[in-house]
């Protein structure tokens, strides 16, 4: 009878160890950072989530080519640019951060992040699915998801679609829609 009460005790005790093992891997993947250590895939967060976000900041560049994902990309000067692809959104994991250009990354304004535009300009980003149309601030880079033409801020997102299809919790399921990109120049 001991035998087995002790082999119960190691059995629960192994079942408390693989479900706080399981609980850390889906706050892991779940973009929040229980421990405060620094994802380097981020830039520094310079603005508490409910703080308010400054506008403008930052400055103009095109930049040197860079590769990211084995991908290179060369930014250039191009105020004829033009491109049809698909756009997704990213919110509240990159709020309130550093953008490529040095301005505040806030969810809530009318921004993008495009891989090879000068910093910052402007875009006309239409969804060619309702013909909604807005003009963006690109002012980061990215997407690096291959397929992707641009990611927009959440708020940009829900302008261009129903904005209950872009859930404000989740950047790990974008809407993605196929957009028309067209570059109207430098700020």
């Given amino acids: 009878m001991g035998g087995r009460a002790k082999g119960l005790g190691v059995c629960r005790f192994a079942r408390a160890g693989v479900a706080a093992l399981v609980c850390f891997l889906l706050t892991s993947c779940a973009g929040s950072n229980p421990f405060g250590t620094k994802n380097s895939n981020y830039s520094p967060k310079v603005v ?3 703080e308010p976000v400054p506008k403008g900041g930052g ?3 095109v930049g040197q080519p860079y590769s990211i994902n084995g ?3 060369s930014p250039f000067e191009n105020t004829s640019y033009r491109s049809e692809g698909i756009a997704s959104w990213y919110g509240r994991d990159f709020h309130g951060r550093l953008t490529a250009n ?3 990354y806030d969810m809530d304004a009318i921004s993008a992040a495009h891989p090879t535009m000068p910093l910052p300009s402007y875009a006309r980003v239409t969804n060619l699915e309702n ?3 807005i003009i963006v601030r690109v002012n980061d880079r990215g997407p690096y998801a291959r397929g992707r033409i641009i990611d927009l801020s959440r708020r940009a997102a829900e302008l ?3 904005s209950s299809q872009v859930n404000a919790e989740s950047v790990a399921t974008p809407v993605v829609l196929p957009v028309e ?3 109207r120049g430098s700020a």
Avoid: M, N, P, W
């Fill in 59 to 61: 400055s103009y560049k």
């Fill in 71 to 73: 991908r290179t990309y």
């Fill in 160 to 162: 261009l679609v129903a």
């Fill in 181 to 183: 990109l067209i570059r």
């Fill in 102 to 104: 040095g301005e505040v």
């Fill in 48 to 50: 508490e989530d409910g």
């Fill in 131 to 133: 013909g909604r149309s």
